[in-house]
């Protein structure tokens, strides 16, 4: 998802940098337990091992090179959501037509090297965490990281700090689905289900298995209704319209022909 717009939710201390309010924010689903809403702004479901990535655009305003060294920002509870490094690289050109420049790159714990920035040209700047622990997230406790930066840099040979504010990067981190294994059902290698028993997930994958378009769909088990799809030819998904953060996932057995 990407945003880029003037705001006065940007705030750039004294220094050469100021953020072009663009954020590119890596992948997210519902089926992690991502939400976002207007009051609470972007949630993402804490998952043990999940990475994460945005990015943010900065441009030198200034009349004379300067160089990132580094960019930091608050860890208010490193032990769940830990903010493990940063890149830095260039803006690449505006695009041109039907053209679609996606600047988040891999996540990386790699350390950033120095990147110099002429004046009037922008760079872009990775933020990569990391979750873990997520049942300290219980009870509804959740994890706030501001959009904010501290950043480092190098001008006409002396070292400066500068403090800039992208509140569209802020995002926060609550708990995720509980995922589980369970005893397979006939025909199949594996189950697992999030936020749902083990049971009914056992009697609605035989029931889902075969629908009128074959294993997508929607079916009827128990009065509750699931909606199912492929995620490959022999790995089907089910899960309530209302609530796709509980489903279930069954690797069906790979029938010959």
């Known amino acids: 998802m990407a945003w880029g717009a003037s705001s006065p939710d940007v705030r750039a201390g004294r220094g050469p940098f100021i953020p072009t309010d663009t954020l590119d924010g890596g992948s997210g689903s519902g089926f992690w337990g ?3 809403s207007a009051r609470a702004g972007e949630e993402l479901g804490c998952l043990s091992r999940r990475h994460y990535s945005f990015t943010i655009t900065l441009r030198n305003r200034s009349r004379r090179p ?5 960019a930091r920002g608050p860890d208010p509870l490193p032990s769940v959501v830990a903010r493990v490094a940063v890149q830095f690289r260039h803006a690449p050109p505006p695009p041109t037509g039907d053209m679609i420049v996606v600047p988040l790159r891999h996540w990386s714990a790699a350390p950033p090297r120095p990147l110099t920035i002429r004046p009037g040209k922008s760079a872009i700047v990775q933020t990569n965490f990391l979750m873990r ?14 959009g904010t930066f ?10 400066g700090r500068q403090r800039v504010v992208q509140r569209s990067a802020g995002f926060s981190v609550i708990a995720g689905p509980i995922i ?21 997930a056992r009697a609605a994958a035989p029931a889902c298995h075969r629908m009128r378009h074959g294993t997508w769909g929607s079916c009827t088990v128990a009065r509750r209704r699931w909606d199912c799809d492929l995620h490959s030819s022999w790995v089907q998904q089910c ?4 609530r796709t953060s509980r489903w279930y996932r069954v690797r069906w057995i790979k029938r010959p022909g």
């Not at 622990?133 to 990281?145: A, D, E, M, P, W």
């Open 34 to 36: 991502d939400r976002s």
């Open 66 to 70: 300067a160089t990132l060294t580094d």
């Open 133 to 146: 622990h997520c049942s300290n997230l219980k009870g509804g406790r959740k994890v706030r990281i501001p």
């Open 150 to 159: 501290s950043l480092s840099y190098r001008q006409s040979g002396r070292a």
């Open 180 to 200: 589980r294994s369970c005893s397979r059902v006939p025909g199949s290698v594996s189950l697992t289900t999030a936020n749902v028993g083990c049971a009914a």
């Open 239 to 242: 899960f309530f319209p209302d």
